[in-house]
């Protein structure tokens, strides 16, 4: 229970500070909201759980080989989805994760694509950068999807060995030879059999995604799966 003094100056800093829609920092949203009603309708979804293949599927071909994968929104510079993005990662907003894993979720639930999924396993941060940054938004939108799906969520089963911001002077190769290297296996037992949904915040070069799925699908038996919240244009 809040005190009436917290009480007093949450009302007050309102005035001041009223919440803003974290996908465009302008409107406000509705009571109980995140995101205002034209941030809703114009975030820039896309149809990829409805489509086998898709722009996220093509740039992880003869990659690796997942069961299906989708992102939510398309990214573009200064758009609302790179500001939602910012918000989640930088601006300590995790609440924006769990509600995007949630508006994705109800998506889901009546895709042929995605149906008979095991467990919910989130592409992990570097345990330094999780710690600095309270948390992981990976996660974050995993628990939305696995809240609306009813699906188990797997935190630790993949662990992260390299501090990707060491990497900033190697060139592309090296970096991207780097990530999949990064990834390791942490609770194969859990996950052998499995049908895995992978998730994590943005595809770009698909690295990340292709270096944690193949890793996944050396445990016996397993079968991937992948979504992001949003896909950049690389
Ligand atoms: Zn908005």
Redesign the pocket.
Known sequence: MKNQIQQLWEGFSNLFYPNL?L??N??A?SAGEI??L??IIKLPKTKHHLEKENEFTRRLWGRVELNAGGALFLYSKKG?AQRLIYNLKYKGKKEVGVEVGKMYGFKLRNAPLFQNLDVIVPVPLHWKKERMRGYNQSTEFGKGLAEVLSIPLLVNALKRNIHSDSQTRKSREERMKNVLEAFEVDRSKELKGKHILLVDDVLTTGATIEACASKILKVEGTKVSALTIAIAQV
């Open positions: 829609c996908a465009c302008y409107n949203p995101f205002c034209n941030c609302r």
